[in-house]
């Protein structure tokens, strides 16, 4: 690069990036299971519980770049519900990985403690749908879950991406 690496203002550089890098990726050394062990809830109802507006961060595995942005998390909650508060950091703990925006949507949604059909003891309909910023653009679908079948919608919920 053409940098002195011995120059008073790099010279601690690679403990700074450590450090940094540590708390980038923080979501290699948090477990989803962990984090909502005891937040799923019998309540009796049967609605759409949604999460709104959750900051995202997170690194691109191709170029080591960040991209950010919000993600929204609804699920129905068929006599069972999530603490919200455990949404929230079950999305930082995915986000805070080394991601492809796809690939992070569907960890999200298919959490073992997130609502959807794999796990007996959560609601069973996730949506996440998250708007990101990176270099680029496009739409991402990936569908998760079922929904209850209404007089304008049946079938599958969808899981979205949208970059902006």
Do not use: W
């Amino acid at each position: 690069m053409g940098e002195d690496p011995d120059r008073e203002g790099l010279r601690r550089t690679p403990e700074r990036v450590a450090r940094a890098y540590k708390y980038m990726f923080r979501g290699y050394r948090l477990s989803p299971a962990e984090i909502t062990r005891r937040a799923i809830f019998q309540q009796e109802s049967n609605n759409m519980i949604i999460l709104r507006d959750i900051e995202l961060f997170s690194m691109c595995e191709h170029h080591i770049l960040p991209f950010f942005g919000r993600c929204h998390v609804a699920y129905i909650s068929r006599g069972k519900v999530v603490g919200v508060s455990k949404i929230a950091r079950l999305v930082d703990c995915f986000s805070r990985r080394l991601q492809i925006q796809e690939r992070l949507t569907g960890q999200i949604a298919r959490a073992p403690t997130v609502p959807n059909d794999r796990c007996p003891d959560s609601p069973k309909t996730c949506t996440v749908i998250r708007r990101a910023q990176a270099k680029a653009r496009g739409h991402r679908s990936h569908s998760l879950g079922r929904t209850r079948p209404t007089p304008r919608r049946a079938g599958r919920s969808r899981v979205a991406v949208f970059f902006q």
